[in-house]
């Protein structure tokens, strides 16, 4: 019950967040004075889906805004008016394991779940791959997270995202001594963004 309660209040400030990205979305774009058809280029999205998204016709979601910010060259929470990590009036509980903090953003058990993570170095964590069930997606904020996915060794610069079946042996974290910030989203087999990670280059 109780969390079936905590679900009801976070739905009307989830509401309240997706309503403000499509007046934020409108002036981001004339403040840089591009054209719909400009940025439609840009990032691949239609000029009509574009456009329901700036009136609030669309429902965002973060296969659209990922190609927006990086055409625009912001960081993602910049689109939705996310408060920084610490801010009072975040509800959600952070969850703390060793060197890495994660923020849950879904609140719905089972499905696709979404997490804001920062990491930092850790001296005493080797990176030994594991594998599970399911399907991730990795998009970076800040810093630099590297990613050994089977034989692969890459590490991805903030803008960038991987995505990955974990049954895959896989790890990742901190590509250096400094942390990482980025976004992860889980689910189970089927549900997966189609974006790649650039490899490393030599």
Same mark, same amino acid.
């Given at each position: 019950?109780? #969390?079936?309660?905590?679900?009801n ?8 967040? =997706?309503? /403000?990205? #499509? ?14 058809? /400009?940025? @439609?280029?840009?990032?691949?999205? @239609?000029? +009509?889906?574009? @456009?329901?998204?700036? @009136? $609030? /016709? ?6 659209? =805004? ?5 055409? &625009? ?12 990590v $610490?801010?009072?009036?975040? *509800? ?5 394991? %060793?060197?890495?903090? +994660? ?9 696709? !779940?979404?997490? *804001?993570?920062?990491?930092?170095? +850790? ?5 030994? !791959?594991?594998? &599970?069930? $399911? ?12 990613? *050994?996915?089977?034989? &692969? ?19 990742? #974290? ?9 976004? +992860?989203?889980? /689910?189970? !087999? %089927? ?5 790649r990670a ?5």
């Open positions: 019950m109780d #969390g079936m309660k905590e679900q209040e976070g739905a009307p400030a989830l509401d309240a967040v =997706l309503t /403000g990205v #499509g007046p934020r979305l409108r002036r981001l774009r004339k403040d840089r004075g591009v054209t719909l058809a /400009g940025l @439609s280029e840009a990032t691949g999205i @239609s000029v +009509s889906t574009l @456009s329901r998204l700036e @009136s $609030g /016709g669309r429902r965002p979601s973060l296969e659209l =805004l990922l190609p927006i910010a990086r055409a &625009h060259e912001v960081p993602l929470d910049d689109l939705v008016g996310a408060p920084p $610490g801010d009072p009036r975040v *509800k959600a509980k952070p969850i703390v394991h %060793g060197a890495k903090t +994660s923020l849950p953003l879904t609140a719905r058990p089972g499905g696709l !779940q979404a997490y *804001k993570v920062i990491q930092k170095a +850790s001296c005493t964590e080797a990176p030994e !791959q594991r594998t &599970h069930e $399911g399907y991730e997606w990795l998009y970076v904020l800040n810093g630099r997270l590297r990613l *050994k996915l089977a034989e &692969h060794d890459l590490v991805l610069a903030p803008g960038e995202a991987a995505e990955f079946d974990t049954r895959l042996p896989h790890w990742f #974290g901190p590509a250096d001594d400094e942390p990482v910030e980025f976004l +992860s989203l889980f /689910g189970p !087999q %089927g549900e997966r963004m189609h974006v650039r490899p490393k280059r030599s």
